[in-house]
């Protein structure tokens, strides 16, 4: 909902939450990157679990990897949050951050496969997830010598999702679509005229088709496959993951195309379920860095977990 169509009273909550983001940012902004990393991480591990998210952080661990005992369940959602807070430690100094520089706190691997894409003089339709410091990834795209559009979110609070959005272009990511349908149609125009698009698919889709992730078929986007099908473009793997004293390694990894079977449904089916292997297998080489407070799977597999999970903590059968 944008500002102008809002209520007065939810402008006003608005600005109140876009006051305290500032004030977070502000801090952070005035710390070096490291500490301020550091300190949002701390920080996050003491919120963390006081929020709703961290039983859905809990579910998503039990249901990825059923092997963990429950200290390691808690050390993966933990590990979680640190994530979380380290990043928005780090947004106040992305420049900081940025891909090709020579301070080396942003490696990148597997170039080759981007300058590829940059040299064939065609588009390619990159894929991802919410992996690390995603917004270090979107850089090393942008920056790489390709000229790509980037799909993302958009912020619940339009006022914060403006200040990302400002913070984003600074740091070298000139084109961004929010998700909904307008944003579907510039990704659409974007890729038609040439130019490389990018995909976070690592999240639940309600229209989305079945594919297997973890061991579960669960609704996944099939934008990515779609557009890589029509426009016959290959589909660009690539990860981040986060080192200590925040670093990180970008890698683009071989690319791929559709699926080549003649029925379209079929076709779109194989290509989503290729790209979710390749998203579960950097959860499973990197669990701490994956957003595991999304609910990924479906809302009545969340309820009955916490049913669950509440008779238990309770002492019930």
Known sequence: MSARRAGLRTRLIWRLQALLWHAVMGLFALLPMEVASAL?????????????????????????????????????????????????????????????????????????????????????????????????????ICLGGVRARVSYRHANNPYIDAHITRLRHAYGVPDLSAKGETGAREMLLALQRGQTVTFLNDQHFTLGVEAPFFGHMLKTAPGPARLARRFGVPI??????????????????????????????????????????????????????????????????????????????????
């Open 40 to 140: 949002g991480g701390r920080a996050m591990r003491l919120i963390g679990p006081l929020l709703p998210a961290h039983r859905t952080a809990l579910i998503n661990a039990r249901l990825c990897f059923p092997e963990l005992d429950e200290a390691g369940v808690q050390a993966l959602a933990m590990a979680a949050w640190d994530n979380l807070g380290r990043l928005g430690g780090e947004f106040p100094h992305l420049r900081e951050l940025r891909p090709y520089d020579p301070d080396g706190r942003v490696t990148v691997r597997g170039l080759e496969h981007l300058h590829a894409i940059r040299d064939s003089g065609k588009p390619a339709v990159i894929v991802t997830g919410h992996f690390a410091n995603w917004e270090v990834m979107a850089a090393a």
């Open 236 to 317: 660009l793997p690539v990860s981040v993951t986060r080192k200590p004293h925040a670093r990180f390694v970008v890698t683009f990894h071989p690319p791929f195309y559709a699926d080549s079977h003649p029925d379209k449904r079929t076709a779109i089916a194989n290509t989503v379920a290729r790209i979710n292997a390749f998203l579960e297998a950097q959860v499973r080489a990197h669990p701490q860095d994956w957003f595991w407070v999304h609910r990924r799977w479906p809302k009545a597999l969340y309820r009955k977990r916490s049913m669950s999970s509440d008779k238990a903590d309770s002492g019930l059968t």
